[in-house]
């Protein structure tokens, strides 16, 4: 079965930590995203890949990092400069075709201990 | 500035009745609208789109209408079923480019 799948889905990361949340696509999607979603909000986009080895800050990129060297994998990386990680992470993907929606994984659950 | 906007965080409907989920946007640059449902602890699914050539798209008990001269669209359910509980985000996509835009989402209740 095609799919998005994210690991883990539940992360506890202390303070002044690193961590890095999995995102792996079987669609043959080209393009891949990462959301952030707080409560009572909607998603709010942290970083987009079109391409491999491409990619670009989305409205909320400050405190995360990317990479993109397969078109399988988009992993992201919230680093210790992100005063408030704590949220619920979503990757999506896409075709790069016209009206082709986004799909979504079941999304990563980040706490600060 | 948020680009797309869902007034209604809730709303709640009889079971058997017509759910209308409204959403409004900013951007006449949008070309490709979308309806997705979301359950708690899930990532969101895909509903229902349309094109900014159309003006309504039926897929079942789901239709999403558009107004453009409005920067409206809408989301219909009939009959509403308690399945159809969840939040529901609307989203947009511009006509360059291939980034989305979400709006805050909308609680759906239906009363059994």
């Known amino acids: 079965d095609g799919g998005i799948t994210q690991s883990p889905k539940y992360l506890f990361r202390k303070e002044g930590q690193n961590v890095t949340l999995s995102c792996e696509q079987n669609l043959n999607h080209d393009a891949m995203y990462w959301y952030r979603q707080d409560p009572g909000q909607g998603l709010r986009l942290i970083y987009y890949?079109?391409?491999?080895?491409?990619?670009q800050k989305g409205d909320i990129a400050e405190g995360y990092s990317v990479s993109r060297e397969k078109k399988e994998s988009f992993p992201l990386t919230v680093t210790s400069a992100q005063k408030n990680p704590t949220a619920f992470y979503l990757c999506a993907s896409s075709l790069q075709a016209s009206n082709q929606p986004q799909h979504f994984g079941d999304g990563t659950r980040l706490s600060i201990l | 500035d948020q680009q797309v906007k869902q007034n209604s965080p809730s709303l709640s409907v009889q079971e058997g009745r017509i759910s209308i989920l409204n959403c409004d946007y900013t951007n006449s640059m949008f070309d490709y609208f979308l309806w997705y449902k979301k359950y708690p602890a899930e990532g969101p699914t895909f509903l229902i789109s349309?094109?900014?050539?159309?003006d309504k798209n039926e897929d079942g008990r789901f239709t999403v209408f558009l107004n453009k001269s409005a920067k409206h669209l809408s989301l219909h359910i009939v009959p509403s079923q308690p399945g159809d509980s969840a939040v529901y985000f609307c989203?947009?996509?511009?006509?360059?480019?291939?980034?989305?835009?979400f709006g805050t989402g909308t609680s759906l209740t239906v009363i059994p």
């Open positions: 349309i094109s900014s050539i159309k």
């Open positions: 989203a947009a996509r511009r006509n360059t480019g291939n980034q989305f835009y």
């Open positions: 890949s079109q391409i491999v080895n491409d990619f």
